[in-house]
């Protein structure tokens, strides 16, 4: 069995509805939920405002369903001017 077999990722999709319906759920934050690449590869960013929920190291795990996740804080109005809800990048 090869190292990629051990590393099986669900697709995005399935990932940001498990996000979605964890972080709805839970808390009553502003929040986004981001695929980002940097020296480690392709991961997902969920993104909160003003602080991280203090469960949210426990219900957002790394890995998760196979993918690398960072839970990362955003000042009040960020999301809101860097990524809009509803507008969707080519």
Known sequence: MGISALKKKAPPEEVEDKIYDICITNWDTEFRVLWQMDDGGKHVVVAFEGEIPSDA?????????????????VPEGYLGVFHPLGKRKS
Do not use: H, N, Y
Request: charged share 30%.
């Open 57 to 73: 190291k426990v219900e957002l795990r790394s890995p998760f369903l196979g993918w690398r996740l960072i839970r990362m804080l």
